[in-house]
């Protein structure tokens, strides 16, 4: 039985142990292959190559449930349920996407690609299951990266405790998330790797525990998990593993041991997250007290340099983006300024630990939100489309988009000065491009291009600027004159912005984010409220999951290109034109 031969996890059923080895070195083969090509996750998938084939071998997937926590390891998992001819379009548009997908298989459950919550998942399952008297079994795989997110725990405590409702969590540990796991849990399973101890966090909590059983051994984990399933009980079952497995340059890879690599024809330029490593040493240079907070994403975040210039200085707090939020208050309390670099996405956990726990307190707390806006390959989940429009209801919190590398620094520095309220950055996984200057500043926004008199005035949120510009030329030649401003901070809304928006026919603002809550909205209610004629709107990407697809695809088809944005504003016009006649 070849991969390319295998159409179900049924096929597994026959094959001898010689055969299973030979089918997870094909495994690891087809994956680097693919993953080399058209980028994503490596190193987790090469991790858990023999882990995945005793799971589908031990279980009946999907009448049992395999749910795979973050979703980035399930790329084995979709080879063995399936798939395999469909990955030449892995995270390309219309492909195989990077993470399970509920629209893909019956074999995939959970696809939020947001660490920590598949044993809470599972906990409602067994619940679920239990009350329905339906006789499924449920199992849970969670790294030990995002065991150290809260969730977890919560989801534990629930678990353990009903000693009569069985739930297989299978602790796939790798001893890293993309660096290797900080802190007491991760000490701890350092020590259950070493064998037998009386210390047991999971016994304790109520688990039977299994292990530790070395995961690249089909025969040593299929055992362990018929085990586990006999039990009847809640049990964890330990793996260790090693990320990267098979494949030399991912197994030393200091970093990351390839936690993800880019496509081979991957865009250059300089990233939006290389100016945000470089200006945050520059502050911290001349900013004893300024620290900063990573949720185990030091690195991808952009603190690499800090961390190695001040090492005392950048915490990461593991997967534990609320803690960190809070944490990040705490620091503030204490008199330093913290630095909180996330992914736009990751921050939605911790929108109340912003309101309540920074924003209450009127605290200083800096969030740069990294991948903010339109992703790409990663998927609906993580588009970093939500940011603004939640953050925008916190009292007191200032919300900037950079347009260029000289306005992150710019604004990056302004944010640290402000010591009495939150204040967030978001820029997007992009390059950065070079900088735009302005015509001439004003209070609230800087002209990056001006016709006087001009009916339009396009107000280019943080990235989208060039496009704007771009646009405002096709404009130009269909003689509709535009002038583009940029707001740089699009919360609190500035009033220079709305007298300057009410010269104007149309006002048009173009956001990277969900229409919902933009700042073109906010615009048009204050130019109302004073009475303006001026017809003010957002244009931006709609209330919607959008699916992976690469970064200027999306933005396309949403119109947020120069030609869609030249395109908007003739329709706009038009309608205009319309109601007046
Ligand atoms: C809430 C949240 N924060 C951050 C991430 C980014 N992230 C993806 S995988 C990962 C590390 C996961 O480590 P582990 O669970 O041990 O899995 P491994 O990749 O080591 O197999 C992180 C931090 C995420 N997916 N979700």
């Known amino acids: 039985m070849t991969l390319a031969d295998l159409a179900g996890p049924a096929d597994l059923a026959g094959l001898s142990t010689a055969d299973l080895e030979v089918l997870a070195e094909e495994i690891r083969a087809f994956l680097i292959e693919k993953v080399r090509i058209g980028g994503g996750h490596l190193g987790p998938n090469l991790g858990a190559v023999e882990l995945t084939i005793a799971l589908h071998r031990v279980f009946d997937s999907p009448r049992d449930l395999l749910l795979f926590d973050t979703g980035h390891q399930a790329y084995v998992h979709k080879l063995l349920t399936g798939r395999q001819h469909d990955f030449d379009g892995l995270r390309q548009a219309g492909g195989v996407s990077g993470y399970p997908s509920r629209t893909e298989s019956p074999h995939d459950v959970i696809e939020n690609s947001h660490a920590s919550t598949a044993l809470s998942y599972a906990d409602g399952l067994a619940k679920a299951f239990a009350l329905r008297g339906a006789d499924r079994r449920v199992v849970a795989v969670v790294g030990d990266g995002a065991l150290t997110g809260g969730m977890c725990w919560e989801a534990l405590n629930n678990l353990g405790a009903a000693r009569d409702r069985p739930v297989v969590v ?13 802190g007491g849990v991760a000490d701890h399973l350092a020590l259950l790797r070493g064998g037998p101890t009386a210390a047991n966090l999971f016994t304790t909590l109520g688990f039977a525990y299994l292990g530790p059983v070395d995961g690249h051994d089909v025969d ?6 018929v085990e586990a399933a006999k039990l009847n009980r809640p049990v964890v079952v330990h793996c260790v593993t090693v990320k990267g497995k098979g494949y030399a340059p991912a197994e030393a890879d200091e970093a990351d041991r390839m936690h993800a690599v880019g496509a081979r024809s991957g865009g250059g330029g300089r990233s939006w997250t290389s100016v945000f490593a470089d200006s945050i040493v520059e502050l911290g240079a001349t900013r004893p007290d300024l620290v900063c907070l990573t949720a185990a994403m030091t690195r991808p975040a952009g603190l690499g340099p800090f961390a190695e210039r001040f090492p005392s200085r950048v915490f990461d707090v593991g997967i534990a983006e609320q803690h960190a939020v809070t944490s990040a208050a705490g620091l503030a309390m204490g008199g330093l300024h913290p630095v909180v670099a996330i992914y736009a996405t990751f921050l939605s956990r911790a929108f109340d630990q912003v309101l309540m726990d920074v924003a209450l307190h009127r605290l200083g707390v800096t969030f740069v939100l990294d991948r903010a806006g339109v ?13 603004a429009s939640v953050l925008p209801v916190v ?19 302004i944010a640290v000065s402000i010591s009495d309220a939150p204040t967030v ?46 646009a405002a030329d096709e404009l130009a030649r269909h003689d509709v004159p535009v002038t583009v401003v940029d707001p740089q901070w699009t919360m609190p809304l500035h009033p220079g912005l709305v007298r300057f928006a009410a010269e104007h026919r149309l006002a048009l603002a173009v956001e990277d984010t969900t229409e919902t809550g933009a700042l073109g909205g906010r615009l048009a209610q204050a130019l109302a409220a004073t009475g303006e004629s001026t017809c003010a709107a957002t244009f931006a990407l709609p209330r919607a999951f959008l699916p992976h697809a690469s970064r200027d695809e999306i933005l396309r088809a949403h119109g947020l290109d120069a030609g869609g944005i030249a395109a908007t504003v003739l329709k706009r016009l038009a309608l205009m034109k319309a109601e007046v006649a």
């Open 375 to 387: 992703t790409g390959p990663d998927g609906a989940s993580h588009h970093g489309m939500w940011d």
């Open 220 to 225: 040593a984990v299929e055992r362990v998990l």
């Open 425 to 470: 950055l978001r820029y997007p996984k992009a390059s950065v491009g070079p900088d735009i200057p302005s015509v001439r500043r004003a209070a609230g926004y800087d002209v990056l291009r001006e016709e006087p008199g001009a009916p339009v005035l396009l107000v280019a949120v943080g990235p989208l600027a060039g496009a704007c510009l771009a």
């Open 395 to 413: 009292p007191g919190l200032r919300l900037a988009a950079p347009r260029d590398p000289a306005s992150l620094r710019e604004l990056l520095a």
């Open 170 to 182: 299978v602790l796939n540990d790798n001893g890293r998330s993309y660096a290797p796991t900080v």
